[in-house]
């Protein structure tokens, strides 16, 4: 007989059940902070609202393709609240919710998703990476911000989030083997949301959880409900702060569902059955919390109505900024090349300027 | 001041930069204890420690994503790619998010990194080791691709990447980097980027190269020399931004060119150099631009890569052709 010289198990936390209760007693504090919860339902319905617009704008021709965040308002308003303004967040395209608790503006992402660089240019915070669209690169970028924070003593945690397509890229993997390597305040989130456009889960790989990735990079690997804000926002605590006394990575793989289209320009009809769709309408994220305050006495419809009031008006605010945005200069196409300008792209931007304007 | 090979003057480089710059980090494969395969890192390792000389585990795409990261976040990581061969897991970094970050960001962020890398034949290395692909990175908006052709200009050109705010491919002619030594002052000098060197003055041709073929292209020089023929010898040096306008100054002087390189031909910087005299210096030609190149084949294994590489014989009948030309 072998002897076992290795053996792994994947801890899963829920801790708010789809039909908004709590399962048991051993629930973090966080389950009755009321303040706190009310505050992150609130950031949750504003990203949906925001969300709304934005898809909007993209139909009626004000915006262009946009990869919508509807379903996952739990997983990006945890990381988003969980981490401090100097950390450093590395998102894909989708996280809209986090960057939005980060000081990322609704202006700026509209004014990205309308074609315009000038979206990446956040008022804050300064140092956050802008939106990667190839798949997992991002995963490294924390990598290597959570290092620069290491080698320079500073108490600062990266964090990252990749699809479940993601996860099957080399990017993805070399950055849990970094992190384990180098020992780095970093943790990654897997987004578990079923879909890799058409692509289901099962087809990335036959692993039963994709957590067990991080396992086998050797860092400390769990499973949540993502559409459970208190074991979102538990997970995220409790691996920031473990990140930032110096105690390592952590990878948490949460459970979610796109319940939209990938993007703007993609139609999920072609290839998911709406029962499914149906199906994760019914466990999604802002319904479970609204049901478990409101059971509670903590959230009533007056609260409801001033709330979706309030979130509408700031998006509409924000809309009517994105439209006053303009075009920029020709010459933008040329000065964020180079620090140092070489004198072929003068001769170039000087050419443009005189073709184009 | 001291006579040195060129791996020699890029380990004083490196050696000076980081005690110029705190945030100037070595990472790669086998770039701490073992000072690099060829020993360009030697040393650095014992003089500044573990944190700032870093081996990395051995994956490539993770070396040029963690230095996308670490430069974005305040750092100047200097990264090697052990062979030019082994660089290709790195270019979706480089192309998709540090060649673009401080466009794509509007200048908040930048990534000014260097990545070094040995290359080109003439080694007798395994497969994928020799070739030269410099006109990969040339094609890409955003990075500078450096190639130095002597102990001091390596000296004082990879001190300019690391000091550059931008990326800043190095690429290192590998069959040059103990062929001679030369006197180089460690006085923490850079030389200038974006702009070729004038290695010899000459009114009858000009003859553009960069990397190992300045070599051979200065020995072509001085034979044509005893034939009467002066041939100005132009080092590009910065193959991407070119510097045009000292090309275009030499042919205009000369009114020929044979431009020499050790990439291929198809698409390389020696087809942008002749597509740029072709608009700017037309009139100023008494014979067609002729290039000396690699083949558009596949580096032959090293029994076989002399041949495969420009010659100071196939440089001199080039010259004679266009000399001949009226």
């Known amino acids: 007989m072998p002897a076992t010289i290795a053996s792994f198990k994947i801890d899963y936390y829920q801790f708010l059940s789809p039909d908004g209760r709590l399962i048991s007693d051993d629930v973090p504090p966080l389950a009755t902070d009321w303040d706190t919860l009310r505050s992150l339902y609130r950031l949750m319905v504003s990203t949906r609202v925001f969300d709304k617009k934005a898809v909007a704008l993209q139909r009626t021709g004000k915006m262009g393709t946009y990869a919508s965040s509807l379903g996952h308002e739990a997983v990006h308003i945890a990381a988003g609240s969980a981490m401090r303004a100097e950390d450093c967040f590395a998102p894909t395209y989708r996280e809209h919710g986090t960057q939005l608790c980060r000081g990322v503006t609704m202006t700026e992402m509209f004014t990205y998703w309308g074609g315009d660089e000038r979206g990446c240019d956040f008022s804050g915070p300064r140092h956050d990476f802008s939106w990667a669209i190839p798949i997992a690169t991002q995963c490294l970028h924390a990598a290597g911000a959570a290092l620069a924070f290491k080698l320079r003593g500073e108490k600062r945690v990266a964090v990252t989030m990749v699809g479940d397509g993601g996860s099957s890229k080399g990017d993805f993997l070399e950055a849990i083997n970094a992190a384990s390597a180098f020992d780095l305040p970093l943790v990654l989130v897997i987004i578990n949301n079923q879909w890799a456009i058409s692509v289901p889960r099962a087809k990335q790989n036959s692993a039963t959880t994709l957590a067990q990735k991080g396992i086998a990079g050797g860092l400390p690997s769990i499973q949540v409900d993502g559409n459970d804000i208190i074991a979102c926002r538990w997970a995220m605590d409790t691996a920031i702060k473990q990140a930032r006394e110096g105690h390592g990575p952590t990878v948490i793989e949460m459970i979610t569902y796109r319940l939209s289209d990938h993007t703007t320009a993609d139609d999920a009809r072609r290839y998911r059955d709406d029962e499914e769709v149906e199906n994760a309408w019914r466990i999604e994220p802002i319904k479970r919390l609204r049901k478990y305050l409101k059971d509670q006495g903590e959230w009533n419809d007056k609260r409801e109505l001033e709330l979706l009031k309030k979130a509408s008006g700031e998006v509409d605010e924000a809309v009517k900024e994105y439209f006053t945005v303009g075009n920029q200069d020709i010459e933008s196409m040329f000065d964020y090349l180079y620090e140092n300008m070489p004198a072929e792209l003068e001769e170039q931007r000087a050419r443009a300027l005189e073709e184009l304007s | ?326």
């Open chain 2, 1 to 326: 001041m001291a006579a040195v090979a060129m791996v020699e003057a890029i380990s004083l480089a490196l050696s000076r930069a980081m005690e110029h710059d705190d945030s100037v980090v070595l990472m790669g494969e086998d770039v701490g204890i073992n000072g690099g395969v060829f020993r360009a890192t030697s040393g650095l390792l014992e003089k500044f420690g573990d944190q700032r000389v870093i081996d990395t585990p051995l994956a490539e795409t993770m070396i040029a994503g963690l230095a996308v990261g670490m430069s974005a976040q305040g750092m100047k990581p200097v990264i090697e790619a052990q062979f030019m061969g082994f660089i290709y897991p790195m270019v979706e970094q480089i192309i998709c998010h540090a060649s673009r970050m401080r466009h794509r960001t509007r200048g908040r962020l930048s990534c000014p990194l260097v990545l070094r890398a040995p290359f080109g034949g003439g080694i007798h290395a395994p497969e994928h080791h020799s070739e030269s692909t410099e006109a990969l990175f040339a094609h890409i908006p955003g990075v500078r691709v450096v190639i130095p052709s002597s102990p001091a200009r390596a000296y004082g050109l990879l001190l300019a990447a690391i000091r550059e705010p931008d990326p800043v491919i190095f690429l290192e002619p590998k069959r040059i980097y103990r062929l001679n030594k030369e006197e180089v002052e460690d006085n923490g000098e850079d030389l200038p980027l974006d702009v070729c060197f004038v290695l010899r003055d000459g009114g009858d041709i000009t003859l553009v190269t960069w990397g190992s073929m300045v070599k051979e292209t200065l020995e072509a020089a001085d034979y044509l020399a005893e034939q009467g023929i002066n041939a100005e010898v132009i080092d590009v040096a910065t193959v991407s931004p070119l510097d045009m306008e000292t090309i275009i100054e030499s042919v205009e002087k000369t009114g020929r060119c044979v431009i020499i390189h050790e990439a291929a031909r198809m698409c390389s910087v020696g087809a942008e150099i002749a597509a740029g005299l072709a608009e700017k210096a037309l009139y100023s030609l008494h014979a067609p631009v002729k290039r000396v190149a690699g083949y558009d084949t596949i580096m032959p294994l090293h029994k076989m890569e002399m041949k495969y590489m420009p010659s100071v014989k196939r440089i001199i009948s080039a010259v004679d052709d266009v000399m001949e030309a009226s």
